[in-house]
């Protein structure tokens, strides 16, 4: 299994970015996947996840600014952020877990500066 993360970079203040996730080995249609992110001295926590339906949950700290979906068709999870802030700043990871098996991504930079 293999989650290849995307998208990150440096953005100022209130500005946006999309991060991609490419899977493979997995039967990506049917498994739940998530966003998570670490900030530096802070423990890994959830920014957003997706189920195989489409039903999405968010962290307070997303919610009305960020925007996770999938294409089943490519194998890919997406985070659209929005209006980002410098508390953002955290190396986001996808991942995909259920009962028996927890996969991650290498982790993509997200830089918010003021």
């Known amino acids: 299994v293999q989650l290849q993360a995307s998208g990150g970079g440096l953005v100022q203040a ?3 970015l999309r991060l991609s996730c490419l899977a493979s080995g997995i039967i990506f249609r049917i498994v739940p996947m998530g966003w998570y992110r670490q ?3 802070k423990q890994r926590e959830l920014v957003a996840t997706i189920t ?10 997303a919610k009305g600014r960020f925007t996770i ?6 194998n890919t999870v997406y ?6 802030k410098p508390e ?5 990871y996808c991942n995909s877990g259920g ?6 991504g290498q982790g993509t ?3 918010v500066s003021s």
């Open 14 to 16: 209130g500005g946006s």
């Open 39 to 41: 900030a530096p001295g």
């Open 52 to 61: 195989s339906g489409g039903l999405t949950n968010y962290a307070d700290s």
């Open 69 to 74: 979906s999938r294409d089943n068709g490519k």
């Open 79 to 84: 985070l659209q952020m929005d209006n980002l």
């Open 88 to 92: 953002d700043t955290a190396v986001y």
């Open 99 to 104: 009962p028996t098996y927890d996969y991650w």
């Open 109 to 111: 930079q997200v830089t």
